[in-house]
């Protein structure tokens, strides 16, 4: 009898994994169990021990620590990702520029957990370059953000809403820097305002999948699916970047 194949994946591939997974386990009899969740968490529990074959991170540090420790013996980019903002649709937000809505004292501005979640990490990545832009002004949104998701002591978010949309109905923030391959729950919500953040600011996510030791070859046929014109279309198809 073969062993179902374990997929650790980043949380924000959910809406685009899941189909891809269940025809992959329909086309080859195989069953695929699947944990999604805070890339930077989910790398922890695979250096703790947890038997995990195919692992799909928002970043590229995660996988690649995987394979400097022995853990990991392939990894490789297969999509790409971008921010953005949602916002509480009053017009004290949505009149201003978003650079100054964001640092308007009177309004909460959350993130994802650095460090834990890759999302908190573009987030911080973008105050970065807000920096270099406005000095000052980076840092004033580092001390102001809210790390209030992706961690380990943080909010869980329910199932079919966004981080954002949470927190923003759930009064515990009124602007969330989160991942563009979201813009298609967030769009048309009469209570949300969303700026995708434009250029030269906005941060192109990386994100890479690792084949861990010892590398199943369903596990590499999953990542080849994932990598073919099909699967790419399908990532394409729910808010995220073609590698082309």
Not at 177 to 202: A, E, F, K, R, T
């Amino acid at each position: 009898m073969t062993l179902p194949l374990r997929v650790y994946a980043a949380g924000s591939l959910r809406n685009a994994l899941t189909p891809l997974l269940a025809a992959f386990s329909e086309s080859h009899p195989l069953e695929v169990m699947t944990t999604f969740g805070p890339a930077g968490l989910l790398r922890e529990k695979i250096e703790q021990g947890d038997e995990v074959d195919l692992f799909a991170s928002a970043n590229c540090a995660h996988p690649l620590r995987l394979k400097m420790l022995g853990l990991a013996h392939d990894t490789m980019v297969f999509t790409r990702n971008h921010l953005c903002i949602a916002m509480r649709n009053v017009p004290q937000l949505t009149s201003q520029h978003w650079l100054s809505a964001l640092c308007d004292a009177r309004f909460v501005l959350s993130t994802s957990t650095p460090g834990n979640d890759p999302g908190g990490d573009y987030a911080f990545q973008l105050f970065d370059r807000i920096e270099h832009y406005h000095p000052g002004t980076g840092r004033l949104l580092r001390d102001k953000a809210k790390p209030l998701v992706g961690g380990s002591m943080t909010h869980n978010v329910p199932p079919g809403m966004t981080a954002g949309s949470y927190l923003i109905r759930s009064g515990q923030s009124d602007m969330h820097i989160g991942y563009s391959s979201y813009l298609p729950l967030l769009l048309n919500q009469p209570d949300l305002h969303v700026v995708v953040v434009p250029p030269p600011y906005n941060i192109t996510a990386e994100y890479r999948l690792a084949l861990l030791n010892p590398v199943r070859s369903e596990a590499r046929l999953l990542a080849d699916t994932i990598l073919s014109p099909q699967g790419q279309d399908l990532l394409v198809n729910n808010g995220f970047t073609a590698l082309a």
